[in-house]
């Protein structure tokens, strides 16, 4: 992140003030989380799905828990995400498109840490925030 961006969101966070470009940032980062759970949920289900047809049975059960665990997760992420989404189409009164074209744009340079996004989705949930 450029040290000159990163000191202005800093600042701006430190003020609990939101902007446009921060929410689409953090929820660009958390995305990327969501894409890594989905993607690991539909590889322990291949393989939960290929050990049933062997009837190797244990190694079902393992997997079965295992997609169970990362389903939990990926749900639990996009719970995460939800607030920032409201917060960015409502506060901003964007329609869903422009949103996603919003979030697709993202610079990957510019995402926050996850303990930002953690911070800005507190903030949220607490409502006491300003938006900018």
Known sequence: MERKYRLKQEQLLNNHILNQEILVHCIARLNTKIDKAYKKCRIIKV?????????????????????????????????????????????????????????????????????????VIQMITGNYFMLE
């Open 47 to 119: 393989s939960y799905e290929r050990n049933i047809k062997s009837g190797c049975s244990n190694l079902a059960l393992q997997d079965k828990k295992d997609y169970e665990a990362w389903q939990h997760k990926y749900n639990c992420l996009i719970e995460q995400r939800k607030p920032l989404l409201d917060t960015l189409m409502q506060g901003y009164h964007l329609s869903f498109e422009n949103t996603k074209g919003l979030i697709g744009q993202a610079d990957e340079e510019n995402f926050p840490t996850y303990k930002t996004v953690d911070t």
